[in-house]
């Protein structure tokens, strides 16, 4: 007999409304430090344009390693540029790319990982051995990788981070996936005859969802890593971009005696990597997650 849209309601994992889940976000003083601190990089990132006092690539001799002064509240660099204008504009490209590569690790990686799960069978074995077998190689040695063969520009450094992502989004997608595809609701809606592609989007991918967004937000505090990183050893932005591991790497000779040059683009790095990691302990404790269940490979 077949079964009743009811009776499939009936059966379906309840799914928290995003509100409750909200408003359970436990009363954590560094969880509300960690969503100020990445919010004010939100919004310096996309105002920077407008505020900064300086052009970012304007040379001034006569300011040549400038200390902290009124005219340079950061100081200036080798070239006699504002350091202040330049770590407020290189927090475009960071945020952009990071979040950009994550986005879109988690939306292939996630679809992929839901739908091997509810698939399962001889396609399912052969995509995750090669996942197995792409997780085995070390993650920089495959940026590096595919950075030596195609170059550095900002495209081949966002396809190589969604790259190198997908692979453990797919698993940890794929892993939610098979303790979900037993229940009830999912045998119902199979009863009824829905498409796999109604399952996938209607019962399995709101019951999915906490989890990718916790891996997104993991995925970006990696990202930012990954891409100054990558700009400190001369992959990615051109010279003269403003960009903190590009800041990072001009003036670390200058160290010694100009230590503001290098010290607040590492500011600006490691404030951002703590945000962002104390807004994803936030949202791990709202979910129930074990974030360390997300581990890259």
């Avoid at 990089?41 to 390693?65: G, R």
Wanted: glycine share 10%; charged share 15%; with cysteine.
């Amino acid at each position: 007999m077949p079964i009743s849209d009811d009776a499939g309601d009936a059966l379906r994992l309840p799914v928290a409304p995003p509100g409750g889940r909200w408003r359970s976000l436990p009363r954590s003083p560094s969880v509300w430090i960690g969503v100020v601190i990445l919010s004010i990089h939100l919004v310096i990132a996309l105002i920077a344009p407008w505020i900064v006092p300086y052009s970012p690539t304007a040379l001034d001799p006569e300011s040549l390693f400038a200390p902290p002064s009124q005219a340079h509240l950061f100081g200036a660099d080798q070239y006699g540029r504002d350091i202040l204008t330049r770590v407020a504009l290189g927090g475009r490209v960071t945020l952009t790319l990071s979040f950009s590569a994550a986005l879109l690790a988690v939306l292939l990686g996630g679809f992929l990982g839901i739908w091997l799960g509810y698939a399962g069978g001889l396609l399912d074995e052969i995509f995750m051995r090669l996942i197995d077998a792409t997780l085995a190689l070390p993650g920089l040695l495959l940026l590096l990788t595919i950075l030596s063969v195609f170059g550095g520009g900002w495209n081949v450094i966002l396809f190589s981070l969604v790259l190198l992502f997908v692979p453990g989004i797919v698993r940890v997608a794929r892993a939610a996936t098979l303790d979900i595809v037993p229940r009830d609701f999912i045998t119902a809606a199979r009863a009824r005859g829905e498409r796999t592609s109604g399952i996938v989007l209607r019962e399995l991918l709101p019951n999915v969802r906490d989890i990718l967004l916790v891996e997104f937000a993991m995925r970006v505090s990696w990202s930012v890593v990954a891409v100054s990183g990558l700009a400190f050893l001369g992959f990615g932005v051109p010279p003269g971009t403003p960009d903190w591991g590009l800041m990072i790497a001009e003036n670390r000779p200058a160290l010694a005696y100009a230590p503001w040059c290098t010290l607040f683009p590492v500011l600006a790095i490691s404030s951002l990597v703590i945000g962002v990691n104390l807004t994803i302990d936030g949202l791990a404790k709202v979910f129930g997650l074990d974030r360390t269940q997300g581990a890259p490979a």
